[in-house]
């Protein structure tokens, strides 16, 4: 068997995949049945202080397909939690007691420095593991002067973290930060000067996700109007393999993912990136707690077919590959080529090359592909359409 | 919405020419796709279609993001035979019947995504079953197709010492002695009968329960007992002239077959019946040499027990199908077979079955000019089940009569599953029983 609990700014989560702040982790009974299901932790939705009014709006979630595969994006405009600190406190004496061994998480916002302490210690007190601070939700909050209003200034996020951190005497600090800043290693590096203990990253990016053509009225439609919302799923993964590769090279200090992770081959690739914990929220909100199974299960097989004991292996394995873009090597060259065996001479490839790249694809008779060699420049666009797994490879050229 | 994927299969030359496996499987870009059009379906219906309860949304989700050995280990905790049934079951009438898919286009080609990751497991290797500790109880099991086998092997795991006795020279049963092998590759059989062995358990060959070695011995030897015997393989015959040279009986052809021991036919070959036996026997006849293969079936195609996908696959390979015509008796010339005279049929008012009786139409009989004819008219219990089984109460059909719910048999201690009970039907009910008798066995052991 291989192990796959990891530790996380000091806290051992029995395996890595941890419930996002999120509507999914909003009663103490949706948590419950995702630690039954077999989730490793879970961070509780972002609460407040009892005097923080949270006053919500219906429809909150819009989606966005990708063609026929239903929601590539989801956007919403949730706020944070409808509970308040008094009954997150419960949930968190409730869960701990039933389920000592997972890791149960608060998150938390304030407005001044005296709400965000009394959180921290309102929770340390009921026996939270880690509190996560949000510094990041893009919409809503900032207009009042929170969420990622925080997380874009470095010195905000310094200043709050260190607020934050003063008042935690026993457990871990966790900061969550917006993708909506420039350089998001500036923001991890103030979370570190302020002493608090790891970042997570990131929260939803600010989108408008669609316009009903017929009203004009965007998505969602509240009673005639709508706003920006936050925008999470698969599509924005790769901004947040980025963002978590960029703060693990720049920054040390420990990093849990969150952003459009789905699978356990999403998984890996941020554990790879120097990743860990890893927190899930909209794939969960599709497809339900059950996908723990084959996370856990798809993780242990990759493990053991990798000869791994410990998921501990994988973590920042990618990070000596990530370079600046100079120092990338001009001298090696690649080209396109089919294979004719698998080939089912669609032709795309040649639209695609033709149209958008280097025309260096002809038919012969057949409508086989041909790469012309002199003209192949080895962008790889071809192989980017390709319906067919592995027909299309970028081979080294002879010299 | 992309639609269902095709496996590729053989040529048509290639196909009549050997006993080469015909379909060859989905390729990986197109079991991802499909794998993507699964919907995930809440309590999903494709598990309750699935006979041996194989968590079918799970292993789709499994193969969805490339666990495929997850997938394929997930499917193997519900049904030894895994690969087997992936290729031999009926799913359209089973788990796919039911998927949701149906209603956006067409349902998910859950059967061939199943081999799928079975391939993938068995280019890998099929990780063994550990023993369980040992209980010092004793368990015989006699008949080593897939009722047998897979009720051994979970008794094996769950620490009991179990004998399988089998009275062919090799263990599988139909899946080796039945099913044809352009169908199911001996490999793919071989590998997983290694598989359903693996937790130690111990197989005695050639030895045939009521010659070899009586029941009441075993009763006596073992603290409990499985019959898992099947059903005969000879075809009931009682039409005229059965016993000529040219006259073959469509179980034991097939036994031949796959013994590599098939006659080499010649000419035109009439197959009676329209069961899957009938279509294994036609599509084999091609590749024994058969100029043309006539199926003659005394009701109309509707009616036709074989499945769908039987049907296609014979008449993909040139199989002719004559309805409403029914055997009367076998035509000799110079002391061998040379014709059927046959008489033709109408549907009358339905039978027991609830199938529309044929009736013969008065004057209407001819003879079909064939040089072989193969009788698949439906496999019967073993005749002499009575008395070597003696003091097991037997339905009146001759199948072993059991307590549904525990495949109990009258006597203490002795439980039976599989065609033996069920009068014939598929590998993946067998498997099914095999798993309920083990798991009363053991209840029973432990009482
Ligand atoms: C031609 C053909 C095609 C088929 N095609 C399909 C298909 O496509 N899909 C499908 O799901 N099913 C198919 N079936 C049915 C399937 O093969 C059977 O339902 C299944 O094999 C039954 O399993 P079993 O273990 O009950 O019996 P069997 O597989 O018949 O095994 C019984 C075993 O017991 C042994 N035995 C019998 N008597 C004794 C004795 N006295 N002592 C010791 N051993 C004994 C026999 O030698 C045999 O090995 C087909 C059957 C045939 C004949
Ligand atoms: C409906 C909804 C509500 C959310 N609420 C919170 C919240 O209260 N606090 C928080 O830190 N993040 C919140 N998030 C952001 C998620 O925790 C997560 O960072 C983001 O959705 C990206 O991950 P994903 O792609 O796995 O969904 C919310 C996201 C969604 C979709
Ligand atoms: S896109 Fe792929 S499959 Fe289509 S023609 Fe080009 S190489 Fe062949
Ligand atoms: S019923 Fe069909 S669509 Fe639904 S889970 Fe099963 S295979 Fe998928």
New binding site residues.
């Given amino acids: 068997m291989v192990d796959l609990s990891l530790e996380f700014c000091g806290v051992k989560f029995p395996n890595p995949f941890t419930l996002?702040?999120?509507?999914t982790t909003d009663s103490a009974e949706m948590v419950a049945r995702a630690f039954e299901a077999g989730w490793g932790g879970a961070?509780l939705?972002?609460t407040s202080v009892e005097t923080e009014e949270v006053s919500l709006v219906y429809p909150?979630?819009s989606g966005i397909d990708l063609e026929d595969k239903k929601l590539m994006g989801?956007q919403?405009i949730?706020?944070?939690?409808e509970r308040h600190i008094d009954e997150v406190e419960k949930d968190v004496k409730a869960l701990k007691k039933e389920f000592p061994d997972k890791v149960v998480a608060a998150?938390i916002?304030g407005s001044k420095k005296e709400d965000w302490q009394e959180l921290v210690r309102r929770l340390e007190a009921a026996g939270v593991d880690l509190i996560?601070c949000?510094f990041?939700?893009p919409h809503g909050m900032p207009e009042r002067g929170m969420g990622s209003t925080i997380g874009q200034d470095p010195e905000l996020t310094e200043r709050t973290a260190r607020w934050v951190k003063e008042a935690a005497t026993r457990v871990p600090v966790v900061i969550?930060l917006t993708p909506q800043i420039a350089d998001i290693t500036a923001a991890a590096a103030a979370v570190k000067r302020s002493g608090a203990d790891g970042v997570?990253a990131?929260?939803?990016l600010k989108s408008l996700i669609g316009v009903d053509l017929d009203t004009f009225i965007p998505y969602p439609n509240v009673g005639g109007f709508s706003t920006y919302g936050?925008y999470?799923?698969?599509a924005?993964?790769p901004v947040?393999l980025r963002c978590v590769a960029e703060i693990a090279k720049a920054v040390d200090i420990p990093i849990a993912a969150?952003?459009?992770?789905?699978t356990w081959r999403d998984a890996v690739e941020f554990l790879l990136v120097g990743a860990t914990n890893i927190?899930?929220?909209?794939?969960?909100?599709h497809h339900g707690f059950r996908i723990i199974e084959d996370l856990i299960d798809g993780l242990s097989v990759y493990l053991e077919e990798k000869g791994m004991s410990s998921v501990k292996e994988l973590v920042g394995k990618s990070l000596p590959f990530i370079v600046d873009h100079s120092v990338l090597s001009r001298a090696y060259k690649v080209i396109s080529n089919v294979n004719r065996e698998t080939c089912i001479k669609c032709d795309v490839c040649y639209i695609a090359c033709r149209d958008g790249a280097h025309q260096a694809i002809e038919l012969d008779e057949d409508r086989f592909p041909i790469i012309l060699e002199d003209k192949c420049k080895g962008c790889g666009m071809c192989e980017t359409v390709c319906p067919v797994e592995g027909c299309i490879t970028l081979i080294p050229r002879e010299s | 919405m992309s639609v269902r994927p095709r496996m590729k299969e053989l040529s048509d030359e290639e196909r009549k020419s050997g006993f080469d496996e015909v379909e060859k499987g989905l390729a990986l870009h197109q079991a991802l796709p499909e794998a993507s059009r699964c919907l995930f379906c809440h309590d999903a219906p494709c598990v309750s279609g699935c006979v041996a309860g194989i968590d079918v949304v799970g292993f789709i989700r499994r193969l969805k993001t490339r666990n495929f050995i997850g997938a394929a280990r997930l499917a193997r905790e519900a049904n030894v035979f895994s690969a087997v049934c992936a290729r031999v079951c009926p799913s359209e009438e089973q788990c796919e019947r039911p998927c949701s898919s149906t209603n956006l286009a067409e349902p998910i080609a859950i059967g061939a995504l199943h081999r799928f990751i079975t391939d993938e497991e068995l280019k890998r290797g099929i990780r063994p079953r550990q023993a369980g500790t040992p209980t010092g109880k004793k368990v015989a099991v006699i008949g080593a197709g897939p009722a047998g086998l897979t009720c051994a092997h979970e008794l094996a795991a769950q620490g009991h010492e179990v004998t399988v006795y089998e009275a062919e020279d090799e263990p599988g049963g139909l899946m080796i002695y039945g099913i044809p092998r352009y169908r199911l590759p001996r490999e793919v059989v071989n590998k997983e009968i290694e598989y359903a062995l693996s937790p130690g358990v111990n197989v005695k060959t050639g030895v045939r329960v009521g010659k070899d070695i009586s029941f009441d011995e075993i009763k006596k030897d073992y603290d409990a007992v499985f019959i898992g015997i099947g059903l005969g393989y000879r075809t009931q015959a009682d039409i005229p002239g059965h016993d000529l040279p040219g006259a073959l009986d469509a179980g034991e052809f097939l036994r031949l077959a796959a013994l590599g021991e098939a006659p080499r036919l010649s000419g035109d070959v009439a197959v009676i019946g329209g069961g899957n036996v009938a279509m294994d026997a036609a599509c084999t006849a091609i590749r024994a040499g058969a100029d043309k293969v006539i199926v003659l079936y005394r009701r109309t195609e509707e009616e036709m027990p074989a499945w769908k996908r039987e049907i296609e696959f014979a008449r993909k390979e040139g199989v002719e199908f004559r309805y409403l015509v029914a055997p009367l008796r076998f035509v000799e010339t110079d002391g061998k077979l040379a014709g059927i005279e046959c008489v033709s049929t109408k549907l009358g008012e339905p039978d027991s079955s609830g199938r529309p009786r044929p009736e013969a139409v008065p004057g209407s009989e001819h003879v079909v000019d064939v040089s072989y004819a193969i009788l698949a008219t439906g496999q019967a219990p073993w005749p002499e089940a009575k008395e070597v089984f003696s003091g097991i109460e037997l339905n009146p059909s001759g199948t072993v009569k059991v307590e549904p719910d525990t495949l109990a048999t009258s006597v203490e201690g002795v439980f039976a599953g599989g065609d033996a009970v069920n009068g014939g039907k598929t590998v993946v009910q067998a498997v099914t029983d095999g798993k309920l008798a083990a798991k009363s066995i053991n209840d029973f052991l432990s009482k």
Wanted: hydrophobic share 40%; net charge positive.
């Fill in positions: 996002a702040a999120a509507p961070i939705k972002t909150m979630m989801l919403n949730d706020l944070i939690s998150s916002m996560e949000s990041s939700c969550k997570c990131i929260n939803t936050g999470s799923g698969p924005i993964k947040a969150v952003g459009g992770i789905s927190q899930i929220c909209t794939a969960v909100m």
